[in-house]
Each structure stands twice: as structure tokens, then as C-alpha cells.
């Protein structure tokens, strides 16, 4: 028996039936990046192993654990982008985008690849709707990034998300922060007992707030603040923020554990969370990255942007029951009997669908209660009907699916026919 093949493991077929979930995410998507007056910008699917290595940060999971990094044919170390935000710098820079004017708004909609194990709303080929804006360094363009999130989750149905948000300083205040950190689990190393803690405890203390392990949640619950170890400069930032977001009226929740999972990230983090239990319920976040472009090898630039999960979108869109409600579109099946039918049938669908109507036709060779009921399968909301009769008659048996009744048209008049049925609904 031949080998029946299945989609790799972490990835999914997008099929026809939740098409609409993916072309209703992204016309939300550009809809509000065109409000905020962001352009798109696509990246490749790979790149240069060493930008994430630098970019992301090289003791972080994805870097470590997760990238698909390998060596091409030429020779070159390779890595299917596993985060929006890095590659996007890289254009910024190689394309002289700093030259314009600043800051740049950018947005974009890609898959991305992270060897991870798959569960519900996780998958190793993912998609992400992701923004960044870069050049400014107010905290009012951190304001308007969360806007930004917080206005497409609601355009999007999802208005039951809460924002959380925390600031973990910048390189003039976290090494002092880091050491507070360190010397409060250095006391506590034998009530570690996650291995991946005690590894990062030495090589990146602040992932330790990260981890997702109920057994270290009563550590993480007794860590420091970095909120109450911000400079002068970043503490103001963090009040203006604050403010800003109460003036547009978005409401959030301070987590003092927030800290993300990539090293470029400088004061304001955040995410939005719908009201589920679970590490992977965090639907978009994002954060400011002022030394990301500077350590790719440009001057010192400030950024922020966000990623959100189209798969986990998808998840609690269903969950509401959005989209459960919008009206099929105009779905014709022309049926036919016999050869000369089939004949005059072809350019009555084709002058359909210059009408802008959706036109399938009939099945060939099958009786009309069979094609009548593939009519059903496919989600048609009508049928033009032909045989011999319609023929000697020169009409059209037009018939409505859901109501069950049917009427003569002339041939040229179904697709006016099809409009004026529509307007009296």
C-alpha cells in the first residue's frame, strides 16, 4: 500500500471552511493599519542565522531550543524567521530606510517557524499580523503601538481582552536590577527545580520571571520589581505612558512578572489576554527595542512594535461565535439536463460571474436531485435550472435553496433577478 502522507507535525492544512477566518483577519488588519497610517513591508522566509543569534539574543528559547537553522547549499548557516520584529530591522538598514522620515510605520502578515512542541494554539509554522514603528523614543508612540492592538482586537469582535503591561528598564538601570534579581534566587537555588532555571539564573537572569512551570510560580511571585528599580529616565517614561493610555481611555493591568521572551526588549512590554487559563492564552504582545537596530549594526535607534497570533485570533473568534452570523454570499449552481442544456448552460454561468456573482456549474452526467444536492454541499444559496423544457421555453428555472421556492426567468435576467432578491431581504 503506498505511504499516505500527512502535514508535518506543528503544522496545518488552512481549509476551505476557515478561509473566511484568515480573509477576515487580514482585511481587519490592513483596515486599521491604514487608520494608524502604516505601510506593509514582507520579508523573507529566511535569513542569515547570525541575525537572530545577535538580534534576538543568543541564551534565549527560540534561539537555543527552537530556530530551524541550517546550512544551504552554498554553505550559508540559514534560519527560517522565527519573529517579525529582527528581520525588519535588517531591511530598515540595508534599504537606508533611517533616511526617511521618522518614525517609519510598518506592518506586515507572515508565517513564522519555531521548532516547538505543538498544543493547542501553538504550532511550529504559525502566522503573525506584526507592527513596528521606529525612531520615535516618546512614550506616546508606545501608547499609540498599544492603540493600535487594542483598536484591531476590537475590530476584530474580541472586546472581552484585557492589557497587561510592565517596564523592565533600559541598560542604564537593568544591570542593577539583574544583580537584585540574581542574589534573590541565588538564596533560594534549592527551591529551584525547573533545570532550565537554574541554567538561566546563570546566563539570563531575567527569563527566570518567564517561566511558565507552576512549580516556580511561588518564586517568581516573591522576585524584585523592575518597576521599582527604573532610572530617572525610564520611570518617566513609564508615568507618561500611563498617562496617555488613560487619556485614550484603554484600560490595563501592571504584571510585574511580564518580561517577554527576546532579548531586545527595553521598557514598556505588554500583552493582551483573553479570559482563558493557560501560558499560551497571551493572543498579542509586544514591546519597545531601543538598542535592537544599534546592535545590527546601525546607529542607536528606538523601536516598538507587537505580534499577534492569526491561529490563536482564529481560536477565540470561535469562541465568541464571531462571524457565526454573516449572511452567505450569492452562490449560484447551474444545473443542467442532457447535452443541449449543458451547452446553453456554460455562458449563462460565465454571464454570471461578469456580474460579479458566484457561478458553479452542474456536475456533468448526473440527474438534477443529485446535482441539486452537491448545490447543498457547496454552500449555494440558488440553483438555474435547464432541461428540454426550459429550452422550448426559453426561460430559466431559478430556484432559492433555503426557501424552496423557485420561479421562470428569462436567461439574461437571472443575475437581475439574483440582485432584486437580495435588496427585498
Not at 546566563?203 to 512549580?215: F, G, T, V, Y
Not at 484603554?250 to 514598556?268: A, E
Request: aromatic share 8%; glycine share 10%; net charge neutral.
Amino acid at each position: 500500500m503506498p505511504q499516505q502522507f500527512q502535514a508535518p507535525r506543528g503544522t496545518s492544512d488552512v481549509l476551505p471552511e476557515d478561509q473566511k477566518y484568515w480573509r477576515y483577519i487580514q482585511a481587519k488588519a490592513e483596515e486599521t493599519a491604514a487608520r494608524f497610517g502604516y505601510e506593509r513591508i514582507d520579508t523573507p522566509m529566511f535569513e542569515d542565522a547570525k541575525l537572530f543569534v545577535r538580534g534576538v539574543g543568543e541564551t534565549t528559547d527560540i534561539v537555543e531550543k527552537e530556530t530551524y537553522t541550517f546550512e544551504d547549499r552554498g554553505g550559508d548557516m540559514v534560519t527560517l524567521r522565527p519573529e517579525g520584529t529582527a528581520p525588519v530591522c535588517r531591511a530598515y538598514l540595508e534599504h537606508g530606510m533611517q533616511n526617511l522620515p521618522q518614525p517609519l510605520r510598518l506592518y506586515y502578515i507572515l508565517p513564522m517557524f519555531r521548532y516547538e512542541r505543538p498544543q493547542a494554539g501553538r504550532f511550529r509554522q504559525f502566522h503573525q499580523v506584526g507592527m513596528e514603528a521606529i525612531g520615535d523614543p516618546g512614550a506616546s508612540i508606545d501608547a499609540e503601538v498599544i492603540e493600535f492592538g487594542w483598536r484591531l482586537l476590537r475590530a476584530l469582535g474580541l472586546n472581552d481582552i484585557a492589557l497587561v503591561l510592565n517596564s523592565i528598564g533600559d541598560p542604564n538601570c537593568r544591570p542593577a536590577y539583574l544583580r537584585r534579581l540574581k542574589e534573590y534566587y541565588q538564596g533560594r537555588v534549592g527551591e529551584m527545580v525547573h533545570q532550565d532555571c537554574k541554567r538561566r539564573l546563570e546566563r539570563n537572569p531575567l527569563r527566570l520571571l518567564d517561566c511558565k512551570q507552576e512549580a516556580c510560580r511561588p518564586l517568581i511571585a516573591g522576585a524584585p520589581n523592575s518597576i521599582d528599580n527604573l532610572c530617572a529616565e525610564c520611570a518617566a517614561h513609564w508615568e507618561k505612558l500611563k498617562t496617555h493610555l488613560a487619556a485614550i481611555g484603554i484600560s490595563y493591568t501592571i504584571d510585574n512578572r511580564l518580561v517577554r521572551g527576546l532579548d531586545y526588549y527595553t521598557r514598556t512590554v505588554f500583552e493582551f489576554i483573553p479570559p482563558v487559563a493557560g501560558s499560551q492564552s497571551t493572543i498579542l504582545a509586544g514591546g519597545r527595542y531601543d538598542g535592537l537596530i544599534q546592535e545590527l549594526g546601525g546607529k542607536p535607534t528606538p523601536g516598538i512594535g507587537f505580534g499577534m497570533g492569526i491561529e490563536r485570533i482564529i481560536l477565540n473568534l470561535k469562541r465568541v461565535g464571531a462571524l457565526s452570523e454573516v449572511k452567505p454570499q450569492t452562490k449560484v449552481l447551474v444545473a443542467h439536463m442532457g447535452e443541449a442544456a449543458m451547452q446553453a448552460a456554460m455562458p449563462i454561468a460565465s454571464g454570471l460571474r461578469d456580474s460579479g456573482i458566484t457561478a458553479v456549474l452542474g456536475p456533468a452526467g448526473r440527474s438534477l436531485k443529485s446535482q441539486l444536492r452537491y448545490a447543498q454541499s457547496i454552500g449555494a444559496t440558488h440553483a438555474a435550472i435547464l432541461g428540454d423544457e426550459e429550452l422550448a421555453k426559453g426561460v430559466v428555472v431559478l430556484k432559492d435553496l433555503s426557501l424552496g421556492e423557485q420561479r421562470e426567468v428569462e436567461p439574461s435576467g437571472v443575475a437581475s433577478a439574483l440582485e432584486a432578491a437580495k435588496q427585498a431581504v
